[in-house]
């Protein structure tokens, strides 16, 4: 009986402790989560990634060429659906699939730049 553990001392550690786990994880996906020698659509590591910027938009993502290729057949797709040339994969489904992608690199980009992230980054280029 000596020793009395501090149960509060205890419990303030452990969120301690969860809240810099999530910091860190937040600082991985800042960092890595948007490497630019990283596709952003099937994650390859290349020399040959592009920026490219969705147009009409200021969403802004990394390609490696076979995505990119991918992604300028989209944009002739949405130009002229029903092209002769188009691979038999280039269908309605394949269209909303690139969409939906595209919809959420815009929600990471909103996300990334919200004030309470950039308030996050800001403490952590303190330290």
């Known amino acids: ?3 009395v553990i501090d149960l509060k001392d205890r419990q303030k550690l452990k ?3 969860e809240q810099v786990e999530k910091l860190e994880s937040l600082q991985t996906m800042l960092r890595c989560g948007r490497c ?3 596709c952003a659509k099937c994650g390859q590591h290349d020399d040959s990634v592009r920026q490219v910027t ?5 969403i802004r993502f990394q390609l490696c060429g076979f995505c990119l290729d991918e992604y300028l057949d ?4 949405l130009g002229t659906p029903k092209r002769p040339d188009a691979p038999l ?10 969409l939906a992608w595209i919809d959420y690199q815009a929600a990471l980009t909103n996300y990334m730049t919200s004030p309470e992230v950039l308030s996050v980054i ?6």
């Open 1 to 3: 009986m000596a020793e």
């Open 15 to 17: 969120r301690d402790m």
């Open 36 to 38: 630019g020698m990283r």
């Open 54 to 58: 969705h147009s009409g938009t200021d």
């Open 74 to 77: 989209l944009i002739a797709y």
């Open 89 to 98: 994969w280039q269908n309605r489904e394949w269209v909303r699939q690139w």
């Open 122 to 127: 800001y403490e952590l280029d303190k330290d």
